[in-house]
């Protein structure tokens, strides 16, 4: 469990990845980049800890024109970061609310592009800044602003090294066994909750590092909330299940769902069923290089129209996979990006199929030359009854 | 196992919450006060969900200067989030780029405060705006700029009601009887990466809902490093472990860790275990309402220096404990926070013993007017060897 995949990077991994960043930058005209959230530090370093859920130290890393990355970060991160590929750590003892690594990270920024220099920071969609914006200004202001660098940051992450994609295959090939595992473990009389942590602990039984995001519901023929977290409503027969597990391996994530019935299904639900899976059918045709994200969503939408869909509130139907559960790019009506060979994505067509009932199937897939690649197991193509 | 504590809140909890908000918010002369991070968004309205770690979609709410709070979030949230006290639900359907929100709540904003209202955010120490900067940007040039409220937000979360304190209560009860277990399923033999999964798969065993902060290391005779992710390293004789877990109940966090010997230690080892041991007694003994942070750490200093400390790297001796792993105040040289009464709060002493060699101790409580309330089972006052 684990010991086939190579855990962490080897160098060359992230020297490939700060060397695809530099000719981007150098097409940009950019002197220096700087990131500040937990995906980009790690995706520049390695650097890859849960401390990130305290809110108290901002981090620091800056990609020069050439050479490696240099991290300016709180002192309590020195040691696993030196451990890095990384040489050029400066760290000050954080916290330190009146210059919480602004002086050092000014200095750093002013040494590598010089005082007049164009510097880039992702400030685009599915971007924040994660320091307090009093201390962002005061950075901002010392150059006079930023450009917006959100483009190279989501063309490198979108598209996977091998290493990555493996990762991914193992983590989803993982809750594939925990989902097939269900059927033996559920039941009806058992609460919400006590399904959750039925599901979460056969994730990790399976080999999973962590289950960072578990979500779904239950009710009496359908379901109304799929983001929702469990109560202690007990689990009738005739209910719908619906689970949604982001689970990691090395910090990369699987994002996929199941739906249950228990001991029965009406002729509604089985076909709203029928109708997100050949949706996903459909946009599994049609992933492929050279595609856009709008034709999957035109394509998984038209099945669900076909099959009378009343819409649905996700606002997508799928997206980007990667060290975060939901990564750019979109499956929406405008979002037209390219797909490319080595995108990780999801497939997620889901539907209203009558009043306050919903159904949202979802499939992760690599983009190999010839098309679509699975990485989670398919589900079965009719709703599977415990 | 968890039945025993309430789940979730009273209506009263959030109107509580919205007034102390609303008699500062006066005090400042504020017509609106707007957050957009995951624990400000729950601490108003309880909408509590790990749909957050998708990057994908910013999520807003308004406190008007009477009145409940306002909701303007993605339609993917408005089913969970119309089941919360809020009445006042706006959605869009995210993801939008063009317009993720924006106009909606620059709308809000206006409805509530008016084109010339004094609009407040944090934007201080240990916050952030969870949003596009350049949608940020937009929002903020409509206003020409919002009033700094982390006082605001960092005075109502630092101080816990009986309701909240109770949910730390039983998440450190149960992370108690977790780490108690640990002689008994820990041996020489294992990885750390073994030891890890089993004490995870313990704290969820004893009734946690996530184990979303769990760190350690293992190291002949010391440890170095006290954020790090789990090796393949294999435990031996004579090995120091040392875990550290921020578990959650119901979204509170627990935040201790403790310290073991496996077959042996020197003495040194030994010593500096019963040095942190001997700062957090003299913390215990300073927590009182009316102290400060200061004196905290003073307190706890001076006994690390008399026992031969050569510094640590963690930048303060511990910190406030809530719906995140770490919170506001922080006990430091300069910090000077008055203790009050419900503040839940770790001790959280370390010391670098000798060269590349660690010790941190931590425990949890909350400020009653008598004094420190332990939460956490308090560490036996000897290194315990398994």
Redesign the interface.
Known sequence: M?NTVQ?GFLDEEFENRTLRCQTMMAECGLDALWVCTEPEVRYFTGF????W?????PWFVVVPSSGKPIAVI???????MSSTWIDDVRTW??????D?GVTLLIDCLREVAGQQGRIG?P????????????DYEKVCSTFGGFV?S?EIIRSLRMVKSEAEISKHQHICSIVSDAFDALPEILNTGMTE?QAF?TF??EI??QGAD??????GATGPGGI??????PS?RIINDGDLLIFDT?STFDGYFSDFDRNFAFTSATQDAKDAYRAVWEATEAGLETVKPGATTTQIFNTMNEVLIKNGSLGN????MG?GLGM????WP?H?V?DETLVVENMVLTLEPGLQWASGKVMVHEENLVVRADGAELLSRRAAPDLPII
């Open positions: 684990g855990r890859h800890t849960p401390f859920q305290s809110p108290t130290r709180p002192s309590i991160g020195a040691s696993s003892p954080a916290p330190q609310p009146l919480d920071l400030m685009g969609p599915e971007t924040h800044v994660r320091m307090p914006l009093n917006d959100t909750r942590a979460r602990s990790l039984t962590d289950v960072p995001y578990l979500v109304n909330d799929i983001i929702r977290q202690d982001g509130d996700v606002g997508r997206h975060q559960v939901t990564e979109s929406t405008e």
